[in-house]
């Protein structure tokens, strides 16, 4: 496994600065979350930005992940809407378009994977209606991500359709395909008591393809500094060590760019005693 970070903690710092922080820290990876600035859709800098950013993770011997959890990206007044559970077909289709603009630069990066999540049902649909509505938009993500041969890693996530573990299981019992994969958050398994951790991620190694870290109260959705939660992150990193996990486990602190660098800082200096790191670009 190796040590990355998530581009959502560094949001008022230019991409490349960022990454060059990273790795100048000790980072082998980064999740890129794509947002204004950042390989967005539609803006005329992003090819220049793709090619410039492989050359860098090439660099740095880095590895990514795309990840595509922005808040305002494609709507300025709703937050992560729309989705692919949103009422109007027309909205599911640019979240569809979004997804594919991902996987583009995924393909572009030699990403892990490309990480989404289902979106909050805002509607009041029934569930048939909702898991018909995300299952079709869904497949025809997954079917686009193939033919780039670029891995889907879905994310439950608290307060959206698809917010558990045991609704991801549903989730897979309406759709799987080979290259839909997990994205499993450390933080969120506690704040839902999806408990024991090391129990999940046994249950869930061979889907595993993203990690997401930091730390949490339970019943508070709130990412926090690791030690200012309740989670106890040596048995969660031995866990992933034991299921021979390759990937990344990308430390998410998304309300912490005020403090960007120290952030950074402190996560790395209280995860890298704990984590048997791997160097390199190879894939899990």
């Known amino acids: 496994m190796y040590l990355g970070y998530n ?29 204004h600035g950042v390989l967005a859709p539609g803006d005329e800098r992003t090819p220049l930005q793709l090619r410039r950013l492989r050359r860098l993770l090439d ?10 959890g922005a808040r305002f990206l494609l709507d300025p007044r709703q937050k992560h809407e ?7 077909p027309h909205c599911r289709a640019r979240r569809i378009d979004f997804y594919r603009h991902a996987i583009r630069c995924a393909a572009e990066l030699a990403s892990d994977c490309v990480s989404l ?6 509607d009041g649909a029934s569930d048939d209606v909702a898991w018909a509505r995300l299952v079709e938009g869904l497949g025809r993500v997954l079917r686009d991500a193939a033919a780039a041969n670029v891995v889907i890693a879905f994310e439950p996530e608290p307060g959206m359709f698809v917010d558990s573990m045991t609704r991801f299981e549903s989730l897979l019992a309406r759709v799987d395909e080979p290259n839909l994969r997990l994205t499993l958050d450390i933080g969120h398994l506690h704040c839902q008591g999806e408990t024991p951790i090391a129990g999940q991620i046994h249950r869930w190694a061979l889907r595993l393809a993203n990690v997401h870290l930091e730390d949490m109260r339970q019943g508070i959705h709130e990412h926090l500094m690791f030690g200012e939660g309740e989670i106890e992150f040596p048995p969660v990193l031995h866990a992933l060590a034991d299921v021979s996990y390759g990937g990344g486990v990308h430390v998410e602190l998304s ?8 952030a950074a800082q402190r996560a790395y200096d209280f ?7 791997r160097s390199g670009r190879a894939k899990p």
Do not use: K, Q
């Open 59 to 68: 660099r740095h011997g880095m590895r990514s992940v795309i990840e595509t």
């Open 82 to 88: 729309p989705t692919l559970v949103s009422v109007d």
């Open 7 to 35: 581009t959502n903690g560094l949001a008022h710092h230019d991409l490349f600065d960022a990454v060059e922080l990273l790795a100048e820290i000790g980072y082998r990876g980064v999740a890129i979350t794509i947002d």
């Open 271 to 277: 995860l890298r005693p704990h984590l048997p790191l």
């Open 255 to 262: 309300r912490h760019s005020h403090e960007g660098p120290i």
């Open 117 to 122: 999540w289902s979106g909050a049902l805002r």
